[in-house]
């Protein structure tokens, strides 16, 4: 295949990702579409690693892999803790920081 | 081969994806970003990139999203409100303008390998060898950052999420909790250093009596306090 049709595929990953942050409301689906975002630009990078030969982007991939589990994290424990404080789980409602 | 290999795991992803933007239910939305995951990491193998690969099945597919679904479950937001505002235009508008956007950059460009079928590897490319290497030599750096960063993340989400006193009204009453009534030889803890003893509870249980074998007195429990 050319490598084209990979970053095809990321294209499309990726603006589905940004369309479903704009659109959805839950705090939780916004966060599994910034990991389809992630994705795609993973796909992105391990495309043009294999397009140069080298194994840097796939390091990169791995960076980004990792960064991505870190924000998992802390997203989910906000996530946690507003429904802790049983507030709604809607990013409209949640839009002052004091408390 | 290698060509359909590609459609069916391109295909599979991009669905995925489509079912994590539009399924109602956010524990549908998580397997269907569980099925995406899988077909990415088909995609990643031929890519040959074996290690990411299997980083993307063990670490996503597997920790991170048992982590979603926990959250999920323990959150329970099952029903999405409905929404009336105009971002719900805007958003796929906005997306679909990205997308012709980024397909004009990709045919327009003047990267001669986008058509090629990828350049001249060694053999090995992508193993944890090679890549176990690069992280210990040349990556070093971000290798640390990153471990630094995980350590920084965990004890965040800890410090976020831990139970805080005099936030939550339902907070647990020790009163009712010292009420229940235990049976004896159940191993509680009065039993154990003898506060009660066992002839004691002996007795009340063959007496038929309804006090609580467990509960200490209130004159106790303020001693101790």
């Given at each position: 295949?050319?490598?084209?049709?990979?970053l095809?595929v990321?294209v499309?990953?990726?603006c589905?990702?940004?369309?479903?942050?704009?659109?959805?409301?839950?705090?939780?689906?916004?966060l599994?579409c910034?990991?389809?975002?992630?994705n795609?630009g993973?796909?992105?990078?391990v495309?043009?690693?294999?397009?140069?030969g080298?194994?840097?982007?796939?390091i990169?991939?791995?960076?980004?892999?990792?960064?991505?589990a870190?924000e998992?994290?802390v997203?989910?424990g906000?996530?946690?803790a507003?429904?802790r404080?049983?507030?709604p789980?809607?990013?409209?409602?949640?839009?002052?920081?004091?408390g | 081969?290698s060509?359909?290999?590609?459609?069916?795991?391109?295909?599979i992803a991009i669905?995925?994806a489509?079912?994590?933007v539009?399924l109602?239910?956010?524990?549908?939305?998580v397997?269907?970003?569980?099925?995406?995951l899988?077909?990415?990491?088909?995609?990643?193998?031929l890519?040959?990139a074996?290690f990411?690969?299997?980083a993307?099945?063990v670490?996503y597919?597997g920790a991170?999203?048992?982590?979603?679904?926990?959250?999920?479950?323990?959150?329970?937001g099952?029903?999405e409100?409905?929404?009336?505002?105009?971002l719900?235009?805007?958003?796929?508008?906005?997306?679909?303008?990205?997308?012709?956007?980024l397909?004009i950059?990709?045919?327009g460009?003047?990267l001669?390998?986008?058509?090629?079928?990828?350049?001249?590897?060694?053999?090995?490319f992508?193993?944890?060898e090679?890549?176990?290497?690069l992280?210990?030599?040349d990556?070093l750096f971000?290798f640390e950052?990153?471990?630094?960063?995980?350590l920084?993340a965990?004890?965040g989400?800890?410090v976020l999420?831990r139970?805080?006193?005099g936030?939550?009204?339902?907070?647990?009453?020790f009163?009712?909790?010292?009420?229940?009534p235990?049976?004896a030889y159940?191993?509680t803890?009065?039993?154990a250093?003898?506060?009660?003893?066992?002839?004691e509870?002996?007795?009340?249980a063959?007496?038929g009596?309804?006090?609580?074998?467990?509960?200490?007195r209130?004159?106790?429990?303020?001693?101790e306090?």
């Amino acid at each position: 295949m050319a490598l084209g049709w990979y970053l095809a595929v990321s294209v499309l990953i990726f603006c589905i990702g940004s369309g479903g942050v704009l659109v959805r409301r839950n705090p939780l689906v916004i966060l599994l579409c910034l990991e389809l975002m992630l994705n795609a630009g993973n796909l992105a990078l391990v495309t043009f690693a294999r397009m140069h030969g080298g194994e840097a982007g796939q390091i990169f991939a791995l960076i980004v892999m990792v960064v991505a589990a870190c924000e998992v994290t802390v997203g989910l424990g906000l996530i946690v803790a507003i429904s802790r404080r049983n507030l709604p789980i809607d990013v409209d409602e949640l839009h002052e920081l004091n408390g | 081969m290698s060509a359909a290999l590609f459609f069916i795991a391109a295909i599979i992803a991009i669905i995925g994806a489509i079912g994590v933007v539009t399924l109602r239910n956010p524990l549908y939305a998580v397997l269907a970003l569980v099925c995406h995951l899988v077909a990415l990491a088909a995609l990643f193998l031929l890519l040959r990139a074996e290690f990411v690969a299997a980083a993307q099945v063990v670490v996503y597919a597997g920790a991170v999203m048992v982590l979603y679904v926990f959250v999920v479950a323990y959150v329970g937001g099952g029903d999405e409100i409905k929404a009336g505002n105009s971002l719900r235009i805007l958003g796929p508008m906005f997306a679909v303008a990205l997308a012709i956007e980024l397909f004009i950059a990709m045919l327009g460009t003047g990267l001669s390998g986008i058509k090629g079928h990828g350049a001249r590897y060694k053999l090995g490319f992508g193993d944890p060898e090679h890549i176990g290497k690069l992280f210990l030599t040349d990556y070093l750096f971000a290798f640390e950052v990153a471990s630094l960063l995980l350590l920084v993340a965990a004890i965040g989400a800890i410090v976020l999420a831990r139970r805080r006193r005099g936030l939550e009204d339902d907070d647990v009453d020790f009163k009712t909790i010292r009420a229940t009534p235990r049976p004896a030889y159940t191993g509680t803890i009065a039993e154990a250093v003898g506060v009660r003893r066992v002839l004691e509870q002996l007795e009340q249980a063959h007496g038929g009596a309804s006090e609580l074998v467990g509960a200490p007195r209130d004159s106790e429990a303020e001693d101790e306090s």
